[in-house]
């Protein structure tokens, strides 16, 4: 059986460069805008943990990295990658061995895991470092805040036979599940737990953690309460941008962009022919009619990107119309010069679009 030709479209590019130096920015940023010497950690999720890419964070300055599979985790480790690093979605307890070989740091919500992992550290004789996940109010993963004294109580039992768990501190994520943003009032629950560590430990939070690129704003503008001495970024260091607060980082660059090879170009009516009933994907399309235009379509469909609201395209006089599975359907009509089959558009990704390529096997990664 023949090989196929290698292709190189769709491809997704990662500019190595750029986000070394924007997490040197943000490094710079987080140190001189508080004073309180917070560490940045570079979350790989959002790139399925690309090594290339973890490398890019710590040469920038991070403290360590953060992904939310094990499976990304052991590969970053075994392409020789330093870290530490930090698994940030809560174990499955069926993990938990490979927890304890593969990370240095854990998120923790659940104290029968924690129990499971104390005792997986004894077993293997190996320390692990647990941090509890607080729930302040986003309704994600974590402990309820009126949970902090019984939790402390289970922590000084689990421990009293496992001294090589260590519980080391505390964190939240904001603007994921729910879309809450830092306030006050939260990040004090943040504070309350810090100090109740500190009391059953007798030494100050090694890590007092926040997570989501809506906290850079925050530490930006000098609204983290003291204590807090980490946060966890992805898509600003990736993108440059916030989607939580619809934002982009002037001081930032974004450094992914995808391109897509036209494999069709034709003048056809802006409004479909015919009775509209739903998509392949449930959605009733609405389209606007503005007579008959030049539309081209890119092999680049929902199994790549699932959403072109995801997408903004790069080359001027481009218009995103709708997608299939396969395809991405485009109003061309006021690009100059005109496109020809063949010719490769350029767009960059939001972060639900560099998730989707990043996991998609028929998406070239291309490493600049």
Not at 82 to 107: C, K, Q, T
Not at 125 to 146: I, K, N
Not at 345 to 364: G, H, I, K, N
Request: proline share 6%; with cysteine.
């Amino acid at each position: 059986m023949t090989a196929l030709t290698p292709h190189e479209y769709p491809t997704l590019t990662i500019d190595l460069a750029k986000i070394t130096s924007n997490t040197r920015k943000v490094v710079d940023a987080c140190a001189s805008k508080t004073g309180q010497n917070i560490r940045v950690w570079g979350v790989t999720k959002g790139l399925s943990g690309n090594a290339s890419v973890a490398c890019a964070f710590l040469r920038g300055g991070a403290s360590g990295i953060c992904d939310s599979r094990m499976k990304n985790i052991a590969h970053m480790r075994a392409s020789g990658v330093e870290g530490p690093f930090m698994l940030i979605r809560i174990p499955m307890l069926s993990e938990v061995p490979d927890l304890v070989s593969h990370a240095d740091y854990s998120f923790i919500s659940d104290l029968g895991t924690l129990k499971a992992i104390a005792e997986c550290c004894t077993q293997m004789a190996r320390e692990h470092r647990a941090v509890l996940a607080l729930d302040t109010g986003d309704l994600r993963e974590g402990f309820w805040p009126d949970e902090l004294g019984n939790t402390i109580t289970a922590i000084k039992e689990i421990r009293k036979d496992n001294p090589l768990l260590r519980v080391v501190g505390v964190g939240t994520n904001y603007a994921c599940a729910s879309g809450v943003l830092p306030d006050d009032a939260n990040l004090a629950v943040l504070r309350d737990w810090s100090r109740a560590l500190e009391e059953l430990s007798g030494a100050p939070c090694e890590i007092v953690s926040v997570g989501g690129t809506v906290c850079l704003n925050s530490i930006c503008e000098s609204r983290i309460p003291e204590g807090v001495n980490m946060v966890r970024l992805g898509e600003s260091l990736l993108l440059g941008t916030d989607t939580a607060r619809q934002i982009t980082f002037d001081w930032l660059e974004p450094a992914l962009e995808i391109a897509a090879e036209i494999v069709e170009l034709r003048e056809k009516p802006s409004v479909p022919v015919g009775t509209i009933g739903a998509a392949a994907f449930g959605e009733t399309p609405v389209f606007v009619d503005r007579g008959t235009r030049a539309r081209a379509i890119v092999a680049l469909g929902k199994q790549d990107i699932y959403s072109p609201d995801h997408l903004v395209p790069l080359d001027k006089g481009v218009h995103i119309v709708t997608a299939s599975s396969d395809h991405l359907i485009l109003d061309v009509a006021d690009m100059r010069p005109a496109p020809c089959v063949g010719d490769v558009l350029r767009f960059a990704p939001r972060y639900p679009a560099m998730l989707q390529a990043s996991t998609s096997p028929y998406v070239t990664i291309k490493l600049v």
